[in-house]
């Protein structure tokens, strides 16, 4: 079964630090890249960063130089560490397992999704 649990959401002021986190099953870490996406109201979910499984990242122009990914194989989790927050950085966090393409250096998403954790960015 494929299970993947976010954790570390919350309140942070604009300027602030959130590190997320999302454990996963050794059965996703051994086969998928991981990727997070997030969604704000009223918007359509979008890519903020994605990892393959050979340490090749994909960010979104938005949080470049802001948000970095990264995985612990051995704790079987992907982490996205959020620095020099916006308040446009608001919105639904998910973790997801994907594929990665070498070729265009594209993410697509895969059907596994965690439950999300809210980010709110505020002063």
């Known amino acids: 079964q494929v299970l993947l649990v976010e954790s570390g959401g919350g309140l942070a002021q604009p300027g602030g630090s959130l590190r997320l986190s999302c454990a996963a099953s050794?059965?996703?870490?051994?086969?998928?890249?991981m990727g997070w996406y997030r969604q704000a109201p009223g918007k359509q979910r979008e890519l903020v960063a994605a990892l393959s499984r050979g340490g090749v990242t994909i960010d979104a122009d938005s949080v470049k130089g802001r948000f970095t990914i990264s995985r612990d194989d051995a704790a079987n989790t992907v982490y996205l560490q959020m620095n020099n927050l916006k308040p446009e950085d608001t919105a639904v966090y998910y973790c997801?397992?994907?594929?990665?393409?070498?070729?265009?250096?594209?993410?697509?998403?895969?059907?596994?999704w965690g439950q999300g954790t809210q980010v709110t960015v505020s002063s």
């Open positions: 997801n397992a994907g594929t990665y393409y070498s070729g265009s250096g594209t993410y697509r998403p895969g059907d596994y």
């Open positions: 050794a059965y996703v870490f051994s086969i998928y890249a």
